[in-house]
């Protein structure tokens, strides 16, 4: 969400899939450029709708086995079971002119600090989405009983203010009212009603809720009434306040219901002014609020595959390839303090503390997801495992599963998550998500081929095929993985591998003999056969560190080994136990903020990377420091409860 560092006109979840259809549905070609990608995907004329490449898997149809991405998919699940619906129904029955049956949560939900971003509210979508998420993957009864409740109460709700409409930021309908009159408000309504439409919305289609269905159309219908005076000039201005994914949402309630009238509302929510400049491929991103534009992105590119009007799409691939390619981190993620920044301030900006916002790696791995399944090309694979691994599963405390905000790069600084019961900002919210929809981009499927993204312990049922492919690897422990074909028949069919840009060679072996080897990273490698009960393929792949920097300061880098960005482990000092959860995330910086030695390393990236040795554990190494002291790095993904450095300033070497 927006946070309240920034102007009160600027602030703020792409379905499990692409959109409805692609979430129940269930090569990356040649290694061409990346700058390539805009025009390979399938195209359809103007106001065709248009079908994916390539399907997902139900998440019911894949199993995590054990990994960290099991274990931080459990930790959110104790915190979803710890939290109490109707303390986030609260201010929702206030509004509705009912009694509250509970105390209501603090934070970004009721407390004054926090009272001008009129966010009261977005938790309880997130709540919804996270539930139905872990519902479908678990089929724990208990998610779909609290998703049914939720849906019950919220039609008490409606019920009880004959209204579809369902808010709990104060004098909801009121301030809504204000805005739809093109008056001055404070706070982002529409980016709190899109978490609650989409909270619904998951809870309908994922968790099979018929009750979240009658809701969310209802409170659809009255989105369709409210807006309908608006001419097209002041639909513009009252997007120019911060209104998350409403075009998204829009257009998967069209796809749930083939109601024409959230169709056209959902292009009228597709900013026009943001789309020209994208459309015309002019990056126009510095300065602007960077989580406020993610979701649009991801509207144009649902209203493209709805209307086949290739300006939607044109602006979210290059949307694309400017942010990931031009604009992101090592990591993966993006921004400082919020908002891009001019490339060339690099080395002003990539120091702080309020860097990469965990949202918008949320929301760019969703975007990711869907241009994937239209342009199904490895880049797109090989950003989503750099962002997964150094932006999701490295936001989660893996000992409360509470989730940070920012990920900064400030030398000697440490990760602050939020607590569980008085912060809830929006990171809180898409924490509730990311970590329960893991098995959603591990594997996919066309109609003869099984697609192998992520190297994840994991197993997948392809019902077409009648066929169950079990995948065993340590990875990123060890670059290594294996699969096992189970079906009671034999099976014709393609596994297409990922061969990653950052292993310069792959190998494929089938039942243990040498299939083909690769020296192409950047691409799918396929393997098409008759596939037996109990065959097995193993793919070998190569890792080795390297320094990565922007080009307006190379003389800052950070190192990587494999998709991994390696982080110095800094130790503890001036921390106690606590001390890094937190309640307010505009103090970010502020905290633990007693000065500390950071090592320093000197001289060129190359001989740093060179001189850069194995540790005594799997994917640990030291690096020399000027004091003589060698620094500890580990994957970022796992530094906790400790200070870090990703990035460096180098400086000259003694002999220079």
């Known amino acids: 969400m927006t946070s309240p560092c920034c102007p009160p006109a600027s602030r703020r979840t792409f379905l499990t899939t692409v959109g409805v259809g692609g979430l129940l549905a269930g090569s990356l070609g040649a290694a061409s450029p990346v700058h390539a990608m805009s025009r390979q995907a399938q195209a359809a004329p103007g106001g065709a709708a248009t079908r ?47 009694k509250p049956k509970a105390a209501v949560y603090g934070g970004w939900e009721s407390e004054p600090t926090w009272a001008e971003i009129n966010c009261h509210g977005h938790t309880l979508g997130h709540y919804l989405s996270g539930c139905a998420l872990a519902w479908r993957s678990t089929k724990n009864a208990e998610y779909k009983r ?89 639909f513009e201005t009252m997007l120019e306040t911060e209104h998350g994914g409403m075009s998204e949402v829009l ?21 026009k002014a943001v789309l020209a400049p994208l ?13 406020t534009q993610l979701p649009k992105i991801i509207g144009y590119q649902r209203v493209w595959e709805a209307t086949g009007k290739p300006e939607y799409r044109d602006a979210s691939e290059f949307f694309w390839r400017t942010v990931a390619l031009t604009r992101s981190f090592a990591t993966g993620g993006h921004g400082e303090n919020e908002h ?70 400030r030398p000697g600084y440490m990760k602050l ?42 197993s997948v049922r392809w019902t077409d095929k009648d066929a169950v492919v079990t995948q065993e690897t340590r990875f990123p422990d060890a670059p290594v993985t ?62 080795a560190v390297a320094a990565e920097s922007a080009p307006a300061a190379p003389d800052i880098v950070a190192f990587t080994y494999g998709p991994l960005v390696l982080a110095g482990a800094l130790g503890r000092a001036g921390l106690t136990p606590g001390s890094d959860v937190i309640i307010n995330e505009r103090k970010y910086g502020e905290y633990n903020n007693t000065p500390i030695d950071v ?29 003589g002291e060698p620094v500890r790095l580990i994957p970022y993904h796992r530094i906790a409860h400790e200070r870090y450095a990703t990035y460096w300033q180098l400086a000259p070497s003694a002999r220079a």
């Open 146 to 234: 609290r998703i049914d409740y939720i849906a019950d109460e919220l039609a008490a709700c409606q019920d009880a203010a004959d209204s579809g409409l369902v808010c709990a930021f104060p004098d909801g309908p009121r301030l809504l009212a204000a805005h739809l009159r093109g008056e001055k408000i404070t706070g982002v309504p529409w980016y709190t009603l899109h978490k609650v439409y989409a909270g619904l919305r998951d809870g309908a289609v994922l968790a099979d809720s018929a009750k979240c269905r009658a809701v969310l159309l209802r409170f659809a219908d009255w989105a369709v009434v409210a807006t309908r005076p608006l001419d097209d000039a002041a």
């Open 599 to 627: 090592p320093v390393l000197a001289g060129e990236p190359e001989a740093l990377v060179a001189a850069i040795r194995p540790g005594a554990r799997p994917l640990e190494f030291t690096v020399p420091s000027s004091s």
């Open 52 to 98: 994916p490449r390539l399907q997902p898997f139900d998440l019911a149809d894949v199993t995590l086995l054990e990994s960290p991405f099991l274990h931080a998919q459990r930790r959110t699940e104790a915190y979803l079971m710890a939290l109490e619906p109707d303390r986030m129904l609260h201010n929702f029955r206030v509004n509705a002119g009912l």
């Open 251 to 271: 257009v998967d309630l069209h796809d749930m219901t083939g109601n024409a009238d959230y169709l056209r509302l959902a292009e009228r929510f597709a900013q």
């Open 482 to 543: 294996q699969l096992r074909w189970a079906s009671r028949r034999p099976t014709a069919a393609t596994l297409k591998l990922r061969h990653p840009h950052w292993s310069e060679q792959a190998v494929v072996l089938v039942n243990g003999a040498e299939m083909m080897r690769s020296s192409v990273p950047g691409r799918y490698l396929d393997v098409a056969r008759m596939w037996r009960d109990g065959d097995r393929v193993e793919l070998r792949l190569t890792m």
């Open 417 to 458: 998550y939020h607590t569980p019961e008085d912060s809830f900002w929006c990171c809180t919210g898409t924490g509730m998500e990311n970590h329960v929809k893991y098995r959603d981009s591990i594997y996919f499927r066309d109609d003869d081929a099984l697609y192998v993204n992520l190297f994840v312990p994991s």
């Open 340 to 409: 891009f920044f001019a490339m060339a301030d690099f080395r002003d900006k990539v120091f702080s503390a309020k860097g990469s916002e965990t949202c918008c790696q949320h929301n760019m791995l969703k975007l990711t997801r869907a241009l994937f399944l239209h342009d199904p090309q490895a880049a797109y694979a090989d950003y989503y495992e750099r962002t997964l691994y150094n932006g999701i599963l490295a936001s989660q405390d893996p000992d409360s599963g509470m989730a940070t905000y920012f990920q900064g790069a």
């Open 279 to 291: 459309v015309r491929e002019r990056d126009h991103l510095d300065g602007m609020h960077a989580n």
